[in-house]
């Protein structure tokens, strides 16, 4: 499990196909390079949860399936393309962001990028299902980073970006057409898997 906090911006360094996956190297920043990531190890890149398959110095192994590759923006990764990085959470540690279980459960796009001085309002558009699980005030993640919604429509969700998550993260470099990882709150998928048990036909009460 995650938070949705990001511990830092790694980059690919190798990305190669490997049947219907991909072989994805990063450059682990200096900061993670201390000895705890180790072999089989689970690791957030851009949100999503893979494991450590190789240890090469400073860089990291992944392997990215076809199932994941169709899930999120992973596929689209060169070398040179900066990624978020986050370790899953040891138990003794702070639940700082929200519940993060790295499971992206579909690829956005930047519509909007609105900038307030430093503050900037970052609008996405997604599956009609997900908007269907987001609520005003309630978490998100996008790219791996842990968000508060601040409105959602049909299609669509907004985000206010503080300075320093625009400067530690991806977020910062994102454009208007840009896609992006979401993996709404697990709440929000057990709230509507239990009422759509409960009412199968969707008919009222």
């Known amino acids: 499990m995650f938070t949705g906090l990001v511990e830092a911006c790694g980059s690919v360094v ?3 196909v490997e049947g219907s996956g991909r ?3 990063i450059d682990a920043p200096v900061a993670l390079q201390d000895g705890t990531c180790r072999l089989g190890d ?3 890149l851009n949100g999503c949860c893979l494991t450590v398959i190789a240890i090469e110095g400073a860089h990291w192994v992944f392997q990215a399936g076809a199932e994941t590759l169709s899930k999120t923006n992973l596929g689209t990764l060169v070398v040179g393309s900066p990624v978020n990085i986050e370790r899953s959470l040891a138990a003794n540690g702070r639940l700082g962001g929200h519940i993060v279980q790295g499971h992206v459960d579909g690829v956005g796009t930047v519509s909007r990028v609105d900038q307030d001085g430093e503050w900037t309002t970052m609008e996405f558009t997604v599956p009609v299902e997900l908007a269907e699980m987001m609520v005003p005030k309630g978490s998100v993640t996008v790219d791996g980073v842990s968000l508060t919604v601040v409105t959602v429509t049909r299609d669509r969700f907004t985000v206010a970006l503080i300075p320093h998550t625009l400067a530690v993260t991806t977020l910062g470099r994102r454009r ?3 896609a992006v ?3 709404v709150d ?3 998928k057990y709230v509507r898997r239990f009422l759509a048990a409960w009412n ?3 008919q009222g009460s």
Request: proline share 5%; net charge negative; with cysteine.
């Open 200 to 202: 199968p036909a969707g």
């Open 42 to 44: 689970s690791i957030c």
């Open 186 to 188: 697990i709440l929000g």
């Open 176 to 178: 208007t057409g840009d």
């Open 181 to 183: 990882n979401i993996e």
């Open 23 to 25: 072989r994805i190297v």
């Open 14 to 16: 190798e990305t190669s």
